[in-house]
């Protein structure tokens, strides 16, 4: 059964920092590329990163660049999002996805999904 589970969210004052995890299973971890997507009240979910074997780290959405940093570990097939300097834009559902091979920041081209975890930053 293939899962991803994302967690670590919580609630945070501006200027403050999380970090988010994506434990995973059901599938070769080193074979997907994993990104980080949000999705806040009345917008789209949208990418904010993402990283592969094949691409490294790929991307990051301007507005998050220089604040979030993605990493992985394979041996215990997770990712991770850490979250500094927030701000109450970035208040958001943060969902983990999965897919196979390269990156891509369309959340229509990702073969898995986690169910998300909620980050919020009071102003």
């Known amino acids: 059964e293939v899962q991803l589970q994302a967690f670590g969210g919580g609630l945070v004052q501006a200027g403050g920092s999380l970090r988010l995890s994506c434990a995973t299973s059901?599938?070769?971890?080193?074979?997907?590329?994993i990104s980080w997507f949000r999705q806040a009240p009345g917008k789209e979910r949208e990418s904010v990163t993402c990283?592969?074997?094949?691409?490294?780290?790929?991307y990051y959405d301007d507005s998050v660049k220089g604040r979030f940093t993605i990493s992985k570990d394979n041996g215990k097939k997770s990712a991770y999002l850490q979250l500094t300097r927030l701000n109450p834009e970035d208040s958001a559902v943060y969902y983990c996805?999965?897919?196979?091979?390269?990156?891509?920041?369309?959340?229509?081209?990702?073969?898995?999904w986690g169910r998300g975890t909620q980050v919020t930053v009071s102003s």
């Open positions: 059901g599938f070769v971890f080193d074979d997907y590329a």
């Open positions: 996805a999965a897919k196979i091979g390269y990156c891509h920041d369309s959340r229509y081209s990702q073969d898995y």
């Open positions: 990283m592969s074997r094949v691409d490294g780290i790929w």
